[in-house]
């Protein structure tokens, strides 16, 4: 109990010095407002735990929260104007991420669901397509009321729920194979082809929206997830040429991807023109050196372009230097590492695949967008989870958390009981 | 589950490249990015600081930062006076001279004043230092009005602290607006014929030439050394033959019997050739180190190094014909005024070279001293003996010799002239030298007119002013 509070208070302890060592203009009292709210939460949140005897990973909700915390004290730094709005969704996110932890009884309840899960994340592509309105070269947002929605972040959590289901039931189909071509044995095409179908819809859409990242992100998904289950060499084997194959046509046949690529394979040619992101990000992450040159010193936060979200990493590296950095690094890994132990230990077949799978979606996430602004890999503009800016991509991220914190505490719950009569036989 | 380990094994590795791509970044290429030329990073970064002032020793302004208008610009009060010593800092034009060598204080980024390192920590606008010069305004502008017009260099020192006291040169140029008249003074500049460019950038008191005679108070040194009488007389017919080698007086004039202070008087070149020669290259190599040939001057800005021959080390023999020619500073030998006036001041400091500087204070925004230049030797040059005999013979050429019109009424004042040729068919280099009271020296003078002429008629006139307005302020008691 102890612990746990003082961790918590550790963290929202070095979000407030964040705060403070920015200057807010008197007109900010606002935000420290919902600052304050979000602090009531996360002691709440903890006090919660401890009423209901919460007995799951004790590691990713703090390691999270601390993520979060620092998220949001950038987002002040780089734009306190959208920092309000940050603050809001996550304090809904994480009213809705112990929503998800303590009112679902059993997660496998969802499994039932997997053709809707299916139909679901094709139709928010399709409702973004048809009247989404374009961003920054990509039409992947859509307006309600004056919010703007981000569906390709739901289709995630839609998209996982319906792989998990979908690979749960195929599992055996997909490991043995019923059709033998040559060594190999492959699946028939009746297990295969929704899954195909799957592939090919959501990628054809994303390629038509130009959001290559996200399409990225989903690829690497069914593919791991896919490797995860079967655990066939033979899957990874496919993916290759198949991913090739996609990049390819899509090099070929959007102006915008030849772009990226040769920007990636040389910014310096136009840092001023095309090569303008990912040599502004370079500058400001190269000027953090390795301390840093002190929250709120950077050039960065009014140099490098969308600072607020795809480029937050570029500003906290150098305000933070690599020190900072590699922190948030280690945070990142922390929390999926821990979601592929929770994988590890769950009871039931379900459980293992959704939270390998909420594991690998936040691992991709974080990789492809961090190795994008570093220039390991072309850059592809997507969210760092609980960093940048963005109240969809926080409230589905919450979710997650909450239904990979659902399955630890189930399983926690389960083996203790079972620990329990088995002490009774003994005795 | 071997899948999911295999799968949380390739994403910690991933993690890990991801960690050495930051390495490479942050450490590996950080300075390159910095110095990237679309990199605006250091001059945003500057743009946060209010530069420091600037000041002369008795407080009068040479550079500050005013607020005009809401922004913020570089006021040069005193105009071209301090150019290019002084330099210039802008966003366009980069930095040089003394704007660009003191940034480190300017900018209160050496030093840091708990004050400063909080506000540079958390970016908040600060002030950066203010530096208070050596320099003498009063004597800088003499300095300056006299050479306008023509091209050369002035360098005054206090012989016994080594603080400059002026540092001019001409042609230079007006560093208020130099943004914007940078093109019209590069294009003029490039317009001129090939003999007549005005070279406006150029450190004139740095640029490197022959010293003519005004090198033979160095050659004294080996000459004293080798035991030689100065009551002696020689027999001065105008030329002599060493050698092989043909050693003319200026004018072929002849100057009869003369002992060691009437040659250095009169500037006779076949005495200090002959008795050069006598002393032997090794005396002369090692009195021209003892006055820093071929030695790093220690200084806030960039001096290059006084070289006997060509090459920029000192060499360990000399031939006979190019020891008679260094003996009266033609052959190779190349110096600096700069480097000319502290061979002077530690003539007039009994032999000791102090080492030179034009900082005085640095000044925290709260006025507080951070930095204070204290007297430091640089050199020993001479016995005091050798030095004595030295001034006693450069206050002959100013009452009976060549440096006559250096003289100045009630005041005894030690010179020496020079006339060197810079090869081909020019008029010569005129130098002169010069320290004053002879006996208790305040200040030690070097000045040179590119192809002036004579040394006595032309730069000795302007060395004068500058002694007379330096003893009537009895520099070093600051006012």
Known sequence: MIQRLTLRILILGMMWIGLSLLKLDAGMSRLLWQAAIFTVIVLLGSLMEQLLHYQGDPYILPVVQAIMALGLVFVVRINPDVALHQFWWANIGQLLFYAVLWSIRDYRYFGRFRYIWGLLAVGLLLITLLFGSEEGGATSSFKIGGIGLQPEEFVKLALLLFMASYLEENEELLRVGTVQWGRFSLPDWRTLRPFMIMIAFVLGILAAQKSLGTALVFYMLFVLMLYVVTERVLYLGISMPIFLLTGTVGYMLFRHVRVRVSVWLNPWQDPTGMGYQIAQSLFAIGGGKILGTGLGNGIGAAMVPVAVSDFIFSVIAEELGFAGAMAVLVLFLIVVMRAFAISLRAKDRFGQILAAGIGILLGTETLIILAGVTKLLPLTGIPLPWVSYGGSSLIVHFILLGVLLNISNATAVSSHSTKNRRREYAT | ?479
Not at chain 2, 211 to 228: F, N
Not at chain 2, 441 to 449: D, G, K, M, R, T
Request: charge should be neutral; aromatic fraction near 8%.
């Open chain 2, 1 to 479: 589950m071997r899948g999911v380990r295999q799968v949380a094994l390739g994403m910690a590795f991933s993690f890990f490249i991801l960690s050495l791509g930051l390495v490479y970044w942050q450490v590996v290429q950080a300075d390159t990015l910095l110095e990237n030329p679309s990199n605006r990073r250091l001059i945003l970064m500057e743009n946060r600081v209010t530069r420091g002032g600037i000041y002369d020793r008795n407080g009068e302004i040479i550079a500050q930062t005013q607020i005009q208008e809401g922004k913020k610009v570089r006021v040069y009060p005193k105009g071209e006076m301090f150019e290019p010593a002084l330099g210039y800092s802008s966003v366009k034009l980069g930095a040089s001279g003394l704007e660009g060598s003191l940034a480190d204080w300017l900018l209160g980024i050496k030093n840091a004043t708990p004050t400063q390192a909080v506000q540079q920590l958390f970016a908040l606008p600060r002030q950066g230092d203010d530096v208070v010069l050596t320099l003498n305004s009063r004597l800088q502008s003499i300095a300056y009005n006299a050479l306008k017009g023509k091209m050369g260099a002035v360098v005054a020192l206090d012989p016994r602290t080594g603080e400059v006291l002026a540092m001019a040169s001409q042609p230079s140029f007006n560093p208020t607006n130099l943004d914007k008249n940078w093109n019209e003074i590069i294009s003029q500049e490039e317009k001129r014929p090939l003999g007549e460019k005005q070279r406006p950038l150029e450190h004139r008191y740095f640029s490197l030439f022959p010293p003519g005679s005004t090198m033979k108070v160095v050659t004294s040194a080996a000459l004293l050394r080798s035991g030689i009488n100065t009551t002696d007389l020689y027999q001065c017919q105008g030329s002599t033959i060493i050698n092989g080698q043909v050693i003319r007086e200026q004018n072929d004039k002849a100057h009869g019997w003369v002992n060691y202070n009437m040659a250095l008087a009169e500037s006779c070149n076949t005495y200090f050739a002959t008795f050069g020669v006598q002393a032997g290259d090794q005396a002369f190599l090692s009195a021209v180190k003892g006055f820093g040939f071929g030695e790093k001057i220690p200084f806030e800005l960039n001096v290059p190094m006084s070289s006997i021959t060509q090459a920029t080390k000192n060499p360990t023999s000399l031939n006979t014909n190019l020891l008679a020619a260094s003996t009266f500073g033609q052959g190779e030998v190349l110096v600096s005024p700069f480097h000319m006036a502290l061979m002077t001041a530690g003539i007039a400091n009994h032999g000791v070279i102090m080492t030179p500087h034009l900082v005085e204070r640095v000044l925290d925004p709260s006025q507080d001293v951070l930095y204070e230049q204290k007297p430091q030797p640089w050199l020993t040059a001479l016995s005091k003996e050798e030095a004595d005999k030295i001034t006693s013979a450069m206050v002959t050429a100013v009452t009976e010799g060549t440096a006559a019109p250096g003289a100045l009424p009630n005041v005894q004042v030690a010179g020496k002239t020079g006339s060197a040729e810079p090869g081909g068919n020019v008029l010569t280099h005129a130098w002169y030298i010069a320290f004053a009271p002879a006996e208790e020296p305040q200040i030690a003078v070097a000045v040179i007119v590119e192809n002036g002429g004579t040394g006595g008629g032309n730069a000795a006139p302007i060395a004068r002013q500058i002694i007379q307005e330096a003893l009537n302020q009895k520099v070093g008691d600051k006012k």
